[in-house]
């Protein structure tokens, strides 16, 4: 089993930037496909991009595709998405994910294919 505890969310002005942070424990972490989502009020949970265990694999979202950047440092047992150049349709409710299972796509935008998810962090980007 895998928990995840989400920081990082707050308010921001359209154009800067914030870096949240999911920390993970129980067993293994290295070898688990981890993502982030969003969720907007009155929207599906939209996938925004994942990263492979072991090999750092990454797919992000068109829609944040040079924005943002999603890592990962095994060692501390935490995954990161900073954001950059943040718009106000970013704003929503971001979740981490994780999964043992190796996704490929589209498997890997589909919630329904991640095990383990954090309790959401807050996202607000003002114009």
């Known amino acids: 089993q895998v928990q995840l505890v989400e920081s990082g969310g707050g308010l921001v002005q359209a154009g800067g930037s914030l870096r949240l942070s999911c920390a993970a424990s129980?067993?293994?972490?290295?070898?688990?496909?981890m993502g982030w989502f969003r969720q907007a009020p009155g929207k599906e949970r939209e996938f925004v991009c994942g990263?492979?265990?072991?090999?750092?694999?990454?797919y992000y979202a068109d829609s944040v595709k040079g924005r943002f950047t999603i890592s990962r440092d095994n060692a501390l047992n935490t995954m990161y998405l900073q954001m950059n150049s943040l718009k106000p349709e970013d704003t929503a409710v971001y979740y981490c994910?994780?999964?043992?299972?190796?996704?490929?796509?589209?498997?890997?935008?589909?919630?329904?294919?991640?095990?383990?998810w954090g309790q959401g962090t807050q996202v607000t980007v003002s114009s």
């Open positions: 994910a994780a999964t043992s299972r190796t996704l490929y796509y589209p498997t890997y935008v589909a919630p329904r294919n991640y095990d383990y």
């Open positions: 129980g067993r293994t972490f290295s070898g688990y496909t």
């Open positions: 990263i492979r265990g072991n090999t750092g694999t990454t």
